[in-house]
Each structure stands twice: as structure tokens, then as C-alpha cells.
């Protein structure tokens, strides 16, 4: 996928997770600047002004949910795509769905998905439009899940669990 390009935010505790990201999504022309947790990435995220964020869950000082809430808050930043990627289970999909989050990526991922899912975002120019936005259809394990509040909700009963639910794709609602 050609064309978007732009600075990524990569926000994870542990060093060799933000590496495989940071390699990745280097080799397709992206800029990457990272951060070691929550904390720190509302320290940098002004100065740094990127163009999208991607978030762990689990990490110390400040976690990836209440993360994603403050920079939802931030009227500077209210607007910047959030990726979470994590081993996330379906309570932490549906809080990431409260706060604001465009999209989920379940560790351990696949790197094709994570550069589809990123210059999908990018190439939107912001996040997802809250008030209509589509979902965005990605193979995950189990077959191609049109993800979104509408999917991933617990009505829709998709399975999300520690090792391997369909986790993708940015969210609308």
C-alpha cells in the first residue's frame, strides 16, 4: 500500500516489542519514535506530534487504557489514531472502545497486519470519524471480522481472549 507515510508514536514497556514495531513499520517508510510507557507518552506526544499512537495495555506508571483516555481529552489530541496492541481480552476491548480507541491488534501479531492496520489510519488522516465511520475488514485466525463497536461488542459474541480472538482493524461507531 503506497502513499502514506508519517510519524508513528510506539508506546510499550517492553523494549523488544517496541523494536519488532518500530522495524517494521520503518522498512514501509514510516517514522517511529517511541515511548516506554503511558507516562512518558503524554510527556513527548506535543512535541513529537505524531500522525498515530500505537498502545500496550499492560505497562507500569500509566496503563495503555487511561492513556488513550487522557489523549482523548486533550482537545490537541483528541483527533490522533490509537492503535492498541496487546494480548487483550474482551474487557479490554470494550474499555479501549469507551476511551476512544481505532483499533486493536492481538499480540503476539502478524507484522502485515500491523503495517495494514497503520497506513489504513494514516492514509485517513486522523481517526476514525466517531459520528459514521466504517470498519475495516481484516483476516485474524479465525477469518476476515469486520471490526468495530458493532463486532466486537458483546452482542455480536466474538470471542476475545488472552492468545487469539479477532482483534483488528479500526473502530466505528
Not at 63 to 69: I, K, L, P, S
Not at 86 to 98: I, K
Not at 111 to 120: D, M
Amino acid at each position: 500500500m503506497p502513499g502514506a507515510s508519517g510519524r508513528v508514536l510506539v508506546v510499550d514497556d517492553n523494549k523488544v516489542i517496541r523494536q519488532l514495531i518500530r522495524v517494521n513499520l520503518e522498512l514501509e517508510g514510516i517514522e517511529v519514535v517511541t515511548a516506554s510507557d503511558g507516562a512518558e507518552c503524554l510527556d513527548v506526544v506535543h512535541q513529537v506530534q505524531p500522525d498515530l499512537v500505537t498502545l500496550d495495555v499492560v505497562m507500569p506508571r500509566l496503563d495503555g487504557m487511561r492513556t488513550a483516555a487522557r489523549l482523548r481529552a486533550d482537545p490537541r489530541t483528541r483527533d490522533l489514531p490509537l492503535v492498541v496492541i496487546s494480548a487483550c481480552t474482551q474487557y479490554e476491548v470494550e474499555a479501549g472502545l469507551e476511551v476512544g480507541v481505532d483499533a486493536f491488534l492481538a499480540k503476539p501479531f502478524d507484522p502485515a497486519e500491523l503495517v495494514s492496520v497503520v497506513r489504513e489510519l494514516l492514509e485517513r488522516g486522523g481517526a476514525v470519524d466517531r459520528e459514521g465511520g466504517g470498519g475495516l475488514e481484516l483476516g485474524m485466525g479465525l477469518g476476515a471480522v469486520e471490526v468495530g463497536r458493532t463486532v466486537l461488542g458483546v452482542e455480536e459474541g466474538v470471542g476475545v481472549g488472552k492468545g487469539g480472538g479477532p482483534i483488528a482493524g479500526p473502530r466505528a461507531d
